[in-house]
């Protein structure tokens, strides 16, 4: 019974933690959505794989949110047509690389100022180097989710008539094929005569195709609002999962197991890797939760703790399946794991 209240308060902490991050990456995603003249966001954005992903890397310095808020931000990127490897280096590098996370650190590791500088480069050189590996990948339509490959750039097949369908219409024609339960979106009271409203992010991006300039602000804000009820209610009911499953882990299984590898150099990144994705800690937090074992970690292995756990947790993988598909989102955990690990095992060795 103690387990189970432990288990439930964790829970709730993991929840009133992130969700405020959530609603302000949707807030930005919605803004982005209806705002930001989308073709030129796409125009200005490096056409160079590996320069893309560097200026991914440092867009959040412009939204800077954790790694509970970037989700749906990267989500309305690539529905706006950016590349792969510009949305793959903001999801891994804007919960780190941003300003508010970078004063954080500093607060806490202000006696270890190299602690602030390497946390800040090897998110970085992590988030481009597997933004640029995602971009060999030409068919994207293979490793992201179906809901967002129908807004990926395409070449519309032609239609019996001999002429191109436009993207609205292939959208309209794939939803038409699925059952009504299967279709994404929710259901309002509202039209007319008392029928629902469907809002779902298919009907808010065609209305959003109408919305600039022609539409008046009145009804931009009304379209953004419906917009942040669409995107909660996808990613919100994934973030409850994920934050179940990673509380009821630090539940079953004992910290003091955990904590008890970290007396070597390559154990203690281990065991700091396992923990930054156990327990969840958003970003904007985390820095002081590593502080707390700084008289017994290796630098090494703190800096895998404040690297990974932006990039990877248990919490965030129920939200990148909202974008990406389970094998790419594997991919994706096996390339940040590998590079966290070499890059602080280096620093356990050599440097500090």
């Known amino acids: 019974m103690n387990q189970l209240n432990n288990g439930f308060t964790l829970f709730l902490s993991l929840l009133v933690e992130a969700i405020p991050f959530l609603l302000l990456g949707v807030l930005f995603s919605s803004l982005l959505l209806f705002f930001v003249d989308e073709r030129k966001l796409v125009e200005k ?18 939204f800077p949110v954790c790694e509970c808020g970037n989700v749906p931000v990267a989500r309305r990127l690539l529905m706006q047509g950016v590349p792969i490897p510009v949305a793959i280096g903001f999801l891994l590098a804007a919960p780190t690389v ?5 004063w954080v650190t500093w607060t806490a590791f202000r006696d270890q100022p190299e602690i ?24 994207l339509a293979t490793i992201v989710e179906p809901a967002i490959a129908r807004y990926l750039k395409f070449n519309p097949p032609a239609n019996p008539q001999g002429k191109r369908s436009t993207r609205n219409q292939l959208v309209q024609q794939q939803q038409a094929t699925l059952p009504t339960l299967l279709q994404s979106g929710t259901y309002l009271l509202g039209g007319q005569a008392g029928q629902t409203m469907r809002i779902d992010a298919n009907g808010v991006q065609a209305n959003m195709a109408t919305s600039k ?41 004992p910290r003091e ?11 203690s ?17 985390d820095s002081f939760f590593a502080l707390s074992f700084a008289s017994t970690f290796t630098s090494g292995s703190l800096l895998a703790f404040l690297i990974f756990g932006p990039m990877i947790d248990i919490k965030g993988i129920g939200l990148l399946l909202s974008i990406l598909k389970p094998r790419a989102v594997i991919y994706l955990f096996v390339l940040a794991g590998q590079l966290t690990f070499l890059l602080t095992l280096f620093i356990n060795l050599h440097v500090i």
């Open 213 to 253: 300039p022609s539409k008046p602000l009145a009804d931009k804000l009304r379209l953004l609002v419906d917009n942040c009820v669409q995107e909660l209610r996808e990613l919100g009911a994934v973030l409850v999962i994920g934050s179940a499953i990673a509380a009821a882990i630090q539940v079953s299984v």
């Open 98 to 102: 941003n300003p508010i996370v970078i």
């Open 257 to 267: 197991f955990i904590i008890s590898l970290g007396s070597g150099p390559i154990t």
């Open 116 to 139: 602030v500088v390497l946390r800040v480069v090897f998110s970085l050189l992590i988030a481009v180097i597997v933004g640029f590996v995602f971009s060999f990948q030409k068919d």
């Open 269 to 285: 990144i281990t065991a700091m890797m396992i923990l930054a994705a156990v327990v969840s800690i958003c970003s904007t937090v």
């Open 45 to 62: 954005m490096p056409k160079n794989p590996l320069l893309g992903a560097l200026a991914g890397s440092l867009v959040g310095f412009l």
